[in-house]
């Protein structure tokens, strides 16, 4: 919870980065200033824009919209990180001793655990993909700041009322919006997993070696002891988020975009998108896993 918190002006910025919504508005504002699209330049310049660009909305948000923007969708977040984590850690821990007992002879093995992680992603998306649905649906929320000049109410009250207008406008599956994209984005957690647990077994071999040899443990031996396994939980969470982030990317406005009714009118000024993953959009269903 203390890392929901502390993290969730990153959130708020990542999720508003990955909206059509601002990368329009930083589309024109480059047209404006005469910079070419990112595209065309080089990777340098590119990069250079991009951060800057990123810290102009991170300022601009509690500017125009006060600090309490920055925190927006923390409620749903936090109510949704604690059964996460619990529903993932449970699963996996007890469905790698299932698999390891009843497929391996009681040994644990990289495609044990590759079995047991994909299985508690899968339960853990769709337990919790309501309360994903509604925190980036509020991230996303219109306000003030979307329209220069025009004081437009905004959308959803909180996530109660963003919860009702869902399911109102769209039915139960509107929370649902986004969760078989979302079961490709498991691939994540399942290969922050398997990273985890093989560098555990890494790390646990170098131990014995060294109590082996009977020499006393060096300075280094000490670091890499206290330091090993969360060393290794974030190195895998790294690993695993740059090889998948391009399907975050690639799949979004199932979760944030509402439903479009049935004679065709647009709720919210958005249109319906019938397919489940989108190549010009992204999405934040991306599992919240930690790996201790």
């Not at 001793?97 to 655990?113: P, R």
């Not at 078989?180 to 984005?185: C, I």
């Not at 070696?209 to 000490?222: A, L």
Request: charged share 20%; aromatic share 8%; hydrophobic share 40%.
């Amino acid at each position: 919870m203390s890392a929901a918190i502390v993290t969730a002006p990153l959130d708020v910025l990542k999720t508003r980065l990955q909206s059509d919504f601002y990368q329009g508005q930083l589309t024109a504002s480059r047209a404006a200033r005469g910079v070419p699209p990112i595209h065309t330049l080089s990777l340098a310049r590119g990069a250079a824009l991009h951060i800057r660009e990123t810290f102009q909305i991170l300022f601009a948000v509690p500017r125009v919209e006060g600090w309490t923007a920055l925190f927006k969708g923390l409620g749903p977040n936090l109510v949704g990180v604690v059964p996460a984590r619990a529903i993932n850690f449970y699963t996996y821990g007890n469905g790698k001793k299932l698999i390891s007992q009843y497929f391996n002879d009681g040994k644990e093995a990289a495609w044990v655990h590759l079995l047991a992680a994909a299985t508690a992603g899968l339960v853990t998306g769709t337990i919790t993909s309501p309360i994903w649905v509604v925190k980036t649906r509020l991230q996303l929320d219109r306000s003030q700041a979307q329209k220069t000049g025009v004081a437009q109410a905004r959308r959803y009250k909180n996530a109660f009322d963003c919860t009702m207008q869902t399911v109102r406008h769209e039915g139960i599956r509107g929370l649902y919006r986004g969760l078989t994209a979302s079961y490709l984005g498991v691939t994540e957690s399942t290969l922050q997993w398997v990273l985890y647990e093989q560098m555990k077994m890494s790390l646990a071999k170098r131990e014995e070696r060294v109590r082996e040899s009977g020499k006393p443990p060096s300075t280094w031996d000490q670091t890499v002891t206290w330091t090993g396994k969360a060393g290794a939980a974030g190195a895998a969470k790294l690993v695993a988020a740059l090889l998948t982030y391009p399907h975050e990317v690639s799949c979004a406005e199932e979760t944030t975009k509402p439903r479009e009714t049935n004679n065709n009118t647009r709720l919210f000024g958005h249109a319906f998108d019938k397919h489940p993953c989108r190549t010009d959009s992204s999405s934040t269903l991306a599992l919240r896993n930690a790996s201790v």
